[in-house]
């Protein structure tokens, strides 16, 4: 029995036989143990995709590359025909109609937008929109009246108030119509209070600039002979006017003309009337006739003159003859029996730039009287009619 060696207490345990392992192994000289060549995950995917892609040492036929190349061609010309068929079946389409909308909408701002809301901030907003728009749907969402509207009533109410005449009356000049209509301030505002973009927009307003124009005219044009000093009337071309543009236009010509003054020929003025009643009583044999007669003669024209030179009292003729000729139509028109051919030499208010107008066709103008403005006679038969 060998006597061994007390383990030393401070010596770590099995030291002593790897010691010894080593020792062993550098006698021996066993060759070292290969170190494991072990690759990571994302090295193996590289790896595979590296292989699949590597050019294969395979050679393939002839008619595989013919094969392959016809794979290539027909998928080539198949996805052509469908961006194709895409292009021309929707994507065109659906562009033409955004188009054809986009032009109708702006062309529909310009329209409401014109004249002086040329560069109105709300027409370059609605103007982006419309131009940035990527459907028809949301170019129909697009509201231009509304804003046009309130931008037209806003514009024409200010500049009512900037041409308004010393009667407090402005013109109102339609563009698209080349008339004009004389109004008084009140009137002009409930227009433009009443109607949308689509008529402001054809209207502006201007300071009345106006002359009297004399016309003499027949009964027939000076509205029957029923209209008054101060009527207002509106004057249009009766139906022997060829211009068939003014034929089709059923507004006046010239509106809101005031009448200044009316005169009748002087043979109007000549009276030399008789009224005679008679009656025959009988009896028996004794006939006993009876009479009563009445002459008047006067000149109208000669007894104003008269009256002048003081020859009577002047105040009380005037009284007298006071709208002679108005209450002569006037009972004409009651009894249904007057002179048709009567002429008038009328003095009337016109627009300044509707003078020669209005002289050139004086054997072709017509006066009317607006219901609106009608004189009372006219309003008392027309509220006995319809009572």
Known sequence: MTNKKPRDPLFPKGFGETKNI????KEEKLPKPSK????????KLNHKIGVYLSPKTTKITEDEKKRKIGIIIATLILITLVVSSYYFLVYQPQQEELSIVKTEKLNELHDLYSGPLVTS????????????AKSPEELESINILMPATKDWKSYHKKSILSNQDKFNRTMAVYSNESKNMIMNSEEAMNIVSENDATILSK????????????????RLQAGAGLINVGSVVDIYLNSNYTNESAGNNTSPDVSGCTVLSIMRYEDNGEIDSEYSKSTVHVKGNNTNPRENTKTFSSNVLELLKGSIIKGYGEQETIQMLKSYGVKLSNYERQINLGDLDAQYMLLIETPQDKVDFVLNNMDNIVLTIPTSHAPTWMVKEISSTYK
């Open 121 to 132: 901030p709300t027409a370059s907003v609605l103007e982006n929109k419309i131009n940035n």
């Open 36 to 43: 494991k060549d072990e690759l990571s995950p994302l090295k």
């Open 22 to 25: 080593k020792e062993k192994y």
């Open 203 to 218: 209207i502006k307003f201007e300071k009345p600039n106006t002359v009297s124009v004399p016309l003499l005219v027949s």
